[in-house]
């Protein structure tokens, strides 16, 4: 077997790098952004070299942009990686240009760290100590454990969930290996948007609401209010959200407001007004703005009785089994004052908790109620927090009091995403046997409790109950086992203990955080030494490979053929398709569905292949709804817009819920633990800890790209004012801590963070030293494990911490 860590060097020369790096330095100022083709940029700081291959290729990274990618090899060596400069950049053809991720993937290939061959755990798990073994000894000892698993507990004692290392379903062949051998319990809901989307059933009827219009709305909109939304971050592609929302807001002019507690890179100049607000306030921000706009007659009070349910009083609904609704239950009276707490919402009573001067909510208000057609849109941060369903309920209440949705640039408060396009059909998974879901965010705590776990007190779906505790784990492209889950150190813990969590199946390409806990550890081709089919909306490309699978990496179809072979269920798995079959096959049917896509064949031809994108065309939400509510009611309760929830309501009264914790019918306010209105916790952990998605990575893949760790600091974001009171100095190493962790990072002092908030991108892979103090610098060291009130959902967001020198 050829060892080619020695490309890792020829590619580390520093031509390569300081070109990378002036260019990262340019993307993070934003200036991709420019209009002015990037290829013109690319070629200042890249010398031209004789004698180079270029191969299409695209980023497989789950911002789900797949940009493409230029790789130019010279020698079977890749040399450097540029991106789309085809046609002239007009936008609705424009260039989907990679970003520095992207642009850097030639060193997350070549990482140390690879995983090379299959391994076998021989050390305590964790310790990360393991053997090589062949590929036949680790997938006989794959089918011999699973066997295990499912002849003494069930197939339900596994728990599997893909990881978010490449989009999209073409490794679907993961669920469809498990549900030949008898299925797995699957997770409900996502670490993503679990709480909007929960939000999104309960008010508009389904979680497709979750997504609303999309940015180019924004064209025709006279006000932009983006709550926790950072695509300058999270949608950075030049084919993406960022570009879509920058070109739409130029056409339109429309005054633009960020609602953040960070002076994010999607403000950074570009807004008209950035709304500094504590985390986990923005539902009492609502409340406040609500309080006015009816007081000050901006309500539609007609939208509201034809589409709305819930905002006054409600006659009985025989037909859908609704009983009538007394006008203090409704959600008029509950802002004036009215309903059950008494309490008026005045901005007066909502200023200090949110952090926001009482004038702001005023005028913010009266700009909402003045505005056309504003466009108000939620990221997933504000919903990623203990009380994030109810945070996600209200913000939509601003646009359903102002009866602004269903119409030209305007939104329904969700969010602006884009890639609900043009996917490629997925891999058929076949029906799971097991029915029972566990919520994502507690798969965990069934290791621990699964066999005490109800419907009820649990939020188990499809099953009043769940028979077996989970014994084992299937992860393929994930760090969900550790890296991006909660409380790593208990949650460490908890995998060590083999008793409990019998085996561990990881299959990566890097040695992660997790892929340390594996019992048996496989190492999987990367993008470059793959190929697929991959469509977004402005193109279809079908990758090439780049580089020939290095060391012992294996086609993970062609694996899990093999396993599913020790099974007896190989030709089952496969239908004699190779994996090209299946790509043209899964192509050729997406195509009935989009005729406009190329032919296979063309596309074989020519690799990537343009869409049309027009940029005129109606993208906004709930169209058919506002034109016709009675011929296309919503999937509620009600057919309405469900302000009010009598679900919700019979879901507070018969749910067991854990002390302290509450359901509400109406999108109320709820402060939880560990908010800022815990005064007891805040005595020892005085500071608000939020995480959000860093430039530098998708999650924790990328975390070990060195070029992109220069790039992007990984640093903890204070404030002056905080940073003062500790006498802490810029830069300086300290340690953040709760009672569940310590992190060590260095400290970024900058007014770009309100007081009394720190921030730190999550992703960096956890580190644990021999004292206990994670170096590596993984947020999740110190985020707690108590899910959600209703979604039982991942609150990452919502922490307590302390922070001091080291
Ligand atoms: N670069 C990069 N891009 C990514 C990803 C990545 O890891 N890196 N991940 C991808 C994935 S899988 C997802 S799910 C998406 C989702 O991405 P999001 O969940 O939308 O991104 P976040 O950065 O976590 O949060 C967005 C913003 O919410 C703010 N925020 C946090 N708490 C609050 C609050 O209480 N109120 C308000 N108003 N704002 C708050 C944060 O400061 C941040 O600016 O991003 C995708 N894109
Ligand atoms: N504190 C905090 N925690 C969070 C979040 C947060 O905002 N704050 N965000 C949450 C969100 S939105 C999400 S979606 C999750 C994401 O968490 P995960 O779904 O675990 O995603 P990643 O951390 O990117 O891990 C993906 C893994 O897949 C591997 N991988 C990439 N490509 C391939 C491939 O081709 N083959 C194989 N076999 N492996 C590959 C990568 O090396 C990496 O180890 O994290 C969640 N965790
Ligand atoms: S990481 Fe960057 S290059 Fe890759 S898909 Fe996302 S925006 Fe595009
Ligand atoms: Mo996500």
Redo the contacts with the bound molecule.
């Keep these: 077997m050829k060892d080619k860590t020695n490309v890792s060097d020829a590619v580390n020369s520093d031509l390569s790098r300081r070109s990378f790096l002036k260019l990262g330095a340019y993307l993070g100022a934003g200036a991709f952004l420019s209009t002015q083709p990037l290829n013109a940029i690319a070629a200042a700081v890249i010398d031209a070299h004789h004698g180079e291959v270029t191969k299409w290729h695209n980023c497989?990274a789950?911002c789900h942009s797949s940009c493409l990618l230029k790789i130019v090899t010279e020698d079977g060596q890749i040399k450097r990686i540029e991106t789309d400069d085809q046609g002239d950049d007009q936008f609705g053809q424009h260039q989907v240009r990679a970003c520095l991720r992207g642009r850097s993937l030639h060193k997350r290939t070549f990482s140390p760290d690879r995983l090379k061959y299959p391994m076998k755990r021989i050390g305590k798990r964790g310790e990360g100590k393991f053997k090589r073994i062949s590929w036949d000894e680790a997938l006989t000892e794959v089918h011999s454990q699973l066997s295990r698993i499912i002849k003494d507990y069930g197939n339900q004692a596994i728990f599997s969930r893909i990881?978010?290392?490449?989009p999209h379903g073409p490794y679907h062949y993961v669920p469809r290996f498990l549900n030949l051998i008898g299925g797995f319990l699957s997770p409900a809901g996502?670490?993503?948007s679990h709480q909007i989307d929960t939000a999104s059933t309960y008010t508009y009827g389904n979680k497709s609401f979750t997504m609303g219009s999309a940015p180019t709305e924004m064209s025709r909109s006279d006000l932009i209010v983006y709550f926790g939304n950072n695509p300058a971050n999270t949608r950075m592609s030049g084919g993406s959200d960022t570009y879509h929302y920058q070109v739409s807001k130029a056409k339109s002019a429309a005054r633009t407001i960020i609602i953040d507690p960070q002076y994010t890179d999607t403000a950074c100049g570009r807004e008209d007004e950035w709304i500094a607000i504590r985390p986990g306030t923005d539902a009492l921000l609502i409340e406040a703005l609500s309080w006015v706009l009816i007081k000050e007659n901006f309500v539609d009070e007609a939208f509201l009785a034809q589409y709305c349910y819930g905002y006054d009083a409600e006659p009985a609904m025989p037909e859908k089994g609704l009983p009538a609704l007394d006008a203090s239950l409704g959600y008029k009276a509950y802002i004036l004052g009215f309903g059950a707490d008494g309490i008026a919402k005045t901005p007066e009573y909502a200023a200090s908790t949110c952090g926001i001067p009482t004038e702001k909510i005023y005028q913010l208000a009266r700009e909402l109620g003045h505005a056309k057609a504003p466009f108000i849109a939620q990221g997933?941060g504000p919903q990623?927090h203990a009380a994030g369903e109810q945070t996600s309920r209200a913000i939509f209440m601003l646009p359903i009091l102002l009866g602004q949705l269903g119409l030209p640039g305007t939104n329904n408060g969700g969010s602006d995403f884009l890639f609900h396009t043009t996917d490629i059909m997925n891999m058929p998974t076949g029906k799971n046997p097991v029915k029972a879901q566990v919520p994502c965010f507690k798969w965990s705590e069934a290791v621990v409790r699964g066999q005490e776990m109800t419907a009820l007190s649990d939020g188990i779906a499809k099953a009043d109950k769940l028979d077996t505790n989970v014994k084992c784990v299937f992860m393929?492209?994930?760090?969900?086992l550790l890296?991006?889950h909660?409380d790593c150190n208990a949650t460490a813990k908890m995998l060590a203990n083999e008793k409990l969590m019998e085996f561990i199946f990881v299959?990566?390409?890097?040695m992660?955080a997790?892929a340390k806990f594996a019992d048996i550890l496989l190492p999987?081709?990367?993008?470059l030494e793959?190929s697929r089919v991959i469509a977004f909306s402005t193109h279809v490309t079908k990758t090439e490979h780049v580089l020939d699978p290095m060391y012992e990496c294996r086609h993970?179809y062609d694996v899990f053929a093999d396993l599913a072979g020790k099974f007896g269920l190989r030709e089952a798995f496969r239908e004699g398709r190779t994996w090209d079959d299946w790509q043209q096959y899964l192509y050729e049917q997406s195509c009935i569905k989009h005729p406009h896509f190329p032919t296979y064949e063309e596309l074989s031809e020519k690799k990537t292949v343009r869409l049309p994108f027009d940029p005129e065309a109606d993208r906004y939400t709930m169209k058919e709804f506002r034109l016709d509510p009675l011929a296309n009611p919503l999937p509620t309760e009600s057919g309405k817009i469900q302000i009010y929830s009598h679900k919700l309501a019979n879901i507070a009264q018969t749910w067991l819920l854990p002390e302290g914790d509450s359901i509400t019918a109406l999108p109320n306010y709820t402060p939880t633990w560990e908010s800022y209105t815990d005064i007891e916790t805040k005595k020892q952990f005085p500071l608000q800890l939020i995480?959000?998605?860093s430039k530098g990575r998708?999650?924790?893949?990328f975390a070990n790209v060195p070029w992109l760790r220069e790039v992007v600091e990984d640093a903890l974001m204070m404030n002056p004012v905080d940073a003062n009171e500790r006498q802490l100095t810029q830069g300086q190493l300290i340690h953040i801590f709760n009672d569940r962790g310590t992190i060590q990072v260095p400290l970024r002092i900058t007014p770009r963070i309100m007081p009394g908030v720190v921030a730190l991108g999550?992703?960096a892979w956890y580190q644990p030293d021999e004292s206990g103090v994670d170096v590596g610098g993984c947020?999740?060291t110190i985020?707690r494990l108590k899910p959600t009130a209703l979604a039982k959902a991942?609150p990452?967001?919502t922490n307590l911490v302390e922070v001091r020198a080291v």
Excluded at 163 to 166: A, P
Aim: hydrophobic letters at 15%; zero cysteines; charged letters at 10%.
């Design positions: 497989w789950h990881g978010y290392g490449q996502n670490y993503s997933w990623r393929y492209q994930g760090n969900w890296n991006q909660s299959m990566d390409n890097h992660t997790s999987d081709i990367t993008w793959n993970p995480g959000f998605k998708p999650h924790s893949t999550e992703g947020i999740n985020t991942n990452q967001g």
